[in-house]
């Protein structure tokens, strides 16, 4: 039984043309999205590890190997079910940086497009067994359906058209698979679903081929096991011994080719989008191994007991031409097609990237024309990669056709990818690591393995030569390609870690080992940028990506952020610059992308400290992987968090450029502005009026400020306490912190206070006034009286002038007290005008002696009459009557107490000495305090001397305090008080400008 | 660094046990099927331990 050419073609057509279709369902949306993101199509993609080797070749290891050729499903299922280890990590990296190759993961870590150069010429070269492979088994089954027996026993025969045919079709739907999706689009939904289709198809049809080729050759599974029974070569194979070089070479190259080959590792990180697809992965391609290499052994004895004559490798299609059924041998084809097909495609995918990526962009052997849609001209140059990788593989097929079983060809590509697992462990295990190392090792390596492995497979006339060096060198030995492949790796890791451990590392490469490393909890550096908003990244972009390009990437990079355009934060730009830095790496490959972000957007210079916003959220996310100490640790920063945050003062930490790093819910509360809206942002960009407050007090030298009011929009009145670290800290590149205080209750309930105290001391001049009123009133009425019977004129006026020196005497007294009564009353508002110091002692001197029943004193008014000084008067008048009412009740009867002043420059002292008793020194630090005072019970509020210091600081003056007056003096008290001086000129503008006022209001 | 102690336990155990494991499977009196049996037993207690993850982290 045979198949005609034409019917092979034509299957491999339409088995192409369906799965085509498959995948532009896919892509154009008409798989319902539940199906094509489901994890068990990401683990079914994953099955194109399973190309056409294990489908043929390893018929050919169990039949000659036994239960050895199950480590070459169990290398990969350990990978998996170890996922921790390798694959997880490695696929934080690869989605958080958009890396899709081992290229781009080693360029990252090295920073170096040299690594990534080098690490695609090696991979390129490492590959092409592979790629032959699966043209070889293709090709060499087309023959096996067509009956050309003769071609594959006589090996150089067997290149002909049809393995060139092969490659034609394979690469017009490579292009179709690889290219279509836009590169903006973080998964190629088409190809994934396209290649789990092939993973379904291959294990349907190799499970359909074990149950026909059961039946058909032993009549069932019992037969089988009758015949396993009795058949002694059978037996003896299946307890050939599952240890030795052979395994362990196996499990070694597998194991590795699960990370390192690069259409797995396309398959695996590139085209993932959930973390918990890989977890479904850990135990989901075990399962799928399981499935798929059970026929394996089935398939094989049938083959044994039907003694068909085809190479081992073919066993599978042997079976069904020899039972002449062609459903299995169609089965048994297009599960090998499917197989070869789906690696062809997503290798030579991945290849043409890194190619594209590392040498194409970085050597700029091609320009971009930057006037012209980049991604159109990427997915051409793809296009033009794909098909010269393909023919690549083709030419190798040819050198190497009718020499090399498929097992052959496997281990050879496997062993060369073998070499790259140095630096993947390096990379995720040993930060110490440095590019100088890697590419010396991987030169090592390779060397031993091209010389050992390849060069004996290309050149046949060498074949005796590495024949000789091998038996030299490792001894003669059933399995010779172990020894070379232990030996490449054992190179490699030996110079790796020596070259890595003599030169020095760059600190690039230490930032890339940071974040590379195992350990989650890199220190993100938080850097300043150059521009501040999202249309200069766009502008600085152009120059490098053209204009629409750059605005395409930046919109792109908002949305996956979430972030609005009109972004300005600090904190989120970075984010922004770093994103678009991965997207770019995704497109142009991690060294050119770095490069170009490094050039457009720069970060400013001398800025680099712990972005503890970015260190918060990776912990608050990392959390649940804490345990022991971590997890202490963890708990211990939230508390410490909790109390910060818990505060009943606002607390503010800024950066040294000004950004916020910190802002706790008393901040909130006090200033209405959310935490989320504010951290990250710079401290300017806050909502007015706090932008200014907070701006100008942190600009300013002075660590505190004292009772500043603050109104915002509505109008509404806050006054708060501010207070910051020292300069000195903020200067040495220390986070500055900044604490507020809302102090609004405590100013009104001290304004009200004041209003108190004032009544209080109007209540306690009542009865002086009373008497100093009816005084004149009394003699006002005295000549009144007379008034009545006096006639004469003269008389008359001289009583009437009289009467209103009487009058103006009254109203003195009257407009005396009414001015004091509106002290304060004014909600706080200062009036600074300039105050004459001498009229405003007169004033309250003249306020204290309407108290009649007060001790008498003399008050000495030793003042300038020309000093004038800036002050609210009503105020100063408050603050006078207190510290001259407090002097008074201090001296003994008679006593003497003098108010003088002395100019500074700027600014006017203000001395009220008493010959009073003297404060104690223990007192003195307390008099200020509201609510203390020495006085008796009832006398005193101990509110005075408090206003009197808060009234001063209002007004920008000081306030201090000596006793005894002079060192060697018993007694006596000063008080002296600090304004800032004005002039008579400043008095004059003040006057017309309130007469301006005046004549402007209505 | 940071590695799941429970998973250097499994090396561990695979590294010792391996020896033990392989002349078991590769002993000509038993079923051909027995690897299969004991990849099934990993196949399980690895959806085991991935069962109780968490979000997409990423």
């Known amino acids: 039984m045979s198949f005609s050419l034409l019917q092979i073609l034509g299957c491999i057509v339409l088995y192409l043309t369906v799965l085509f279709t498959v995948a532009l369902v896919a892509e154009r949306g008409w798989l319902p999205r539940r199906i094509a993101r489901h994890p068990a199509v990401y683990v079914l993609s994953l099955g194109v590890w399973a190309g056409a080797y294990a489908i043929y070749g390893v018929s050919e290891l169990a039949i000659l190997h036994g239960y050895n050729f199950l480590l070459y499903y169990l290398g990969v299922v350990l990978m998996f079910v170890l996922g921790t280890l390798f694959l997880q990590p490695l696929l934080r990296i690869s989605r958080v940086y958009q890396l899709s190759s081992v290229a781009d993961l080693l360029t990252f870590r090295f920073r170096s497009d040299g690594v990534g150069a080098a690490i695609t010429v090696a991979m390129c070269i490492t590959v092409l067994p592979l790629l032959a492979l699966q043209i070889q088994a293709v090709a ?46 973080p998964r ?71 990370v390192a080959m690069p259409h797995i590792f396309h398959m695996a990180f590139a085209e993932n989008t959930d973390s918990r697809h890989l977890r479904a992965a850990t135990w989901g391609m075990p399962l799928y191994l399981l499935l798929l290499s059970i026929p394996v052994l089935p398939t094989a004895w049938a083959a044994m007991k039907m003694e068909q004559p085809f190479p081992l490798d073919y066993s599978v ?41 590392h040498l194409v962009l970085p050597r700029q052997i091609l320009s971009i024309d930057r006037n012209q849609s980049i991604y159109r001209q990427l997915a051409w140059l793809r296009r033009a990669l794909i098909t010269a990788l393909i023919l690549g593989g083709y030419l190798f097929f040819r050198i190497v056709s009718g020499h090399q079983s498929l097992t052959h060809l496997a281990l050879v590509a496997f062993a060369g990818t073998l070499q790259f697992l140095p630096g993947i462990v390096a990379t995720l295990y040993w930060p110490s690591a440095n590019r100088s190392g890697l590419l010396c090792g991987l030169a090592a390596g390779l060397g031993v393995w091209f010389v050992m492995l390849l060069l004996p497979m290309v050149m046949v006339s060498e074949a005796a030569f590495a024949t000789q060096l091998q038996q030299q060198w490792f001894g003669a030995s059933e399995h010779p390609w172990v ?126 400290t712990e972005d503890i916003n970015l260190i918060e959220r990776n912990l608050e996310r990392a959390q649940v992987h804490f345990t022991g100490l971590a997890a202490d640790l963890d708990n211990l920063r939230r508390h410490y968090r909790q109390i910060l945050n818990n505060l009943p003062v606002g607390v503010c930490s800024l950066g040294a450029d000004g950004e916020i790093l910190l802002w706790n819910r008393n901040m909130e509360l006090t200033t209405g502005i959310a935490a989320h809206d504010v951290l990250g942002s710079h401290l300017d960009s806050l909502a007015t009026p706090w932008g200014e407050v907070i701006g100008n007090f942190s600009r300013d030298p002075a660590e ?33 912190v900044l604490l507020m205080e809302d102090i609004t209750d405590a100013q009104r309930m001290e304004q009200d206070l004041l209003h108190n105290e004032r009544l209080a001391s109007i209540g306690r001049l009542a009865a002086g006034v009373a008497h100093e009123v009816g005084n004149p009133i009394t003699g006002i009425a005295c000549l009144a009286q007379n008034l009545e019977y006096e006639d004469d004129l003269g008389e008359i006026r001289h009583t009437a002038t009289d009467i209103l020196k009487q009058t103006d005497r009254v ?22 005008t300039p105050c004459n110091v001498a009229d405003c002692v007169d004033e309250a001197t003249s306020l204290l002696a309407l108290d009649s029943s007060a001790r008498p004193v003399r008050f000495l008014n030793d003042c300038d009459r020309e000093t004038l000084v800036l002050a609210d008067s009503q105020r100063l008048l408050q603050v006078f009557l207190n510290l001259l009412g407090n002097a008074r009740d201090a001296s003994e009867d008679h006593g003497d107490i003098r108010i003088s002043e002395n100019r500074m420059p700027g600014a006017v002292q203000i001395h009220f000495d008493d010959q009073g008793s003297g404060i104690p020194p223990a007192v ?64 004059l503008d003040s006057q017309s400008a309130a007469a301006e006022n005046a004549r402007l209001e209505p | 660094m940071y590695i799941n102690r429970a998973l250097v336990l499994l090396i561990g155990l695979a590294i010792i046990f391996f020896p033990t494991i392989a002349e078991w499977i590769t002993n000509g009196d038993t079923t051909w099927y027995r690897p299969y049996q004991l990849w099934l037993l990993v196949v399980i207690a690895a959806y085991w331990n991935q069962r109780t993850r968490y979000p997409d982290e990423l």
């Open chain 1, 924 to 987: 003195q630090s307390r008099v200020f305090e509201p609510f203390y005072t020495t006085k008796d019970p009832g006398e005193g509020t101990g509110l005075g001397l408090a206003l009197v210091y808060s009234i001063i600081e209002d007004m920008g003056g000081a306030i201090s305090l000596t006793s005894p007056t002079l060192p060697n003096q018993a007694g006596g008290t000063r008080f002296t008080l600090q304004l800032p001086e004005t002039s008579y000129e400043a008095l």
């Open chain 1, 317 to 357: 299609l042997g079976v069904g031409l020899s039972l002449q059924n062609s459903s299995l041998s169609v089965a048994a084809f297009v599960a090998g097609l499917s197989a070869a097909s789906a690696t062809i495609i997503v290798t030579t995918l991945a290849l043409a990237n890194m190619i594209l990526k």
């Open chain 1, 811 to 832: 109203t003195r007294i009257v407009e005396s007290l009414v001015n004091f009564s509106h002290v304060g009353s004014s909600s706080g508002d200062l009036n600074l």
């Open chain 1, 188 to 258: 190629n939904e088409g190809l994934v679903v396209a290649i789990a289709f092939e993973s379904l198809v291959k294990l349907i049809c190799l499970l359909g081929v074990m149950v026909g080729a059961v039946y058909g050759a032993f009549g069932g599974f019992e037969g089988m096991n009758a015949w396993l029974a009795e058949s002694k070569a059978a037996r003896d194979v299946l307890e050939t011994p599952v240890r030795g070089e052979l395994a362990r070479g196996l499990l070694l190259v597998f194991f590795t080719g699960a």
């Open chain 1, 704 to 736: 505190t400020a004292l009772r500043r009011e603050v109104t915002d929009d509505t109008g509404a009145s806050r006054w708060i306490s501010l207070h910051k670290t020292p300069e000195g800290l903020a200067e040495s590149g220390e986070d500055r």
């Open chain 1, 140 to 185: 060499d089954s087309i023959h096996v359906l067509a009956g050309d027996r003769e071609y594959l026993l006589s090996g150089p025969a067997r290149h002909d058209g049809l393995a060139f045919l092969f490659c034609f079709i394979i690469t017009i739907f490579a292009l179709l698979f690889g290219t279509r999706s836009h590169p903006q689009h």
């Open chain 1, 483 to 608: 020894g070379p492949t232990t030996a490449s790796l054992a190179l490699n890791c030996v110079v790796f870690v020596l070259v890595s451990l003599v030169t020095r590392t760059s600190e690039d490469e230490q930032v890339a080992a940071e974040i590379c490393s195992m350990d989650d909890l890199s220190r993100p550096v938080r850097h300043s940028l150059v521009f501040g908003s999202c249309d200069e990244f766009i502008q600085a972009l152009s120059t490098s990506l053209g204009e629409t390009t750059a605005r395409n990437e930046v919109q792109r990079a908002l949305r996956e952020l979430q972030f609005d355009a009109d972004e300005t934060r600090p904190y989120a730009l970075r984010r922004l610059r770093a994103r678009i830095e991965a997207n770019l790496s995704g497109l142009l490959g991690p060294a050119v992308a770095h490069d170009i972000i490094n050039r457009s957007i720069p970060l400013a210079a001398n800025t680099g």
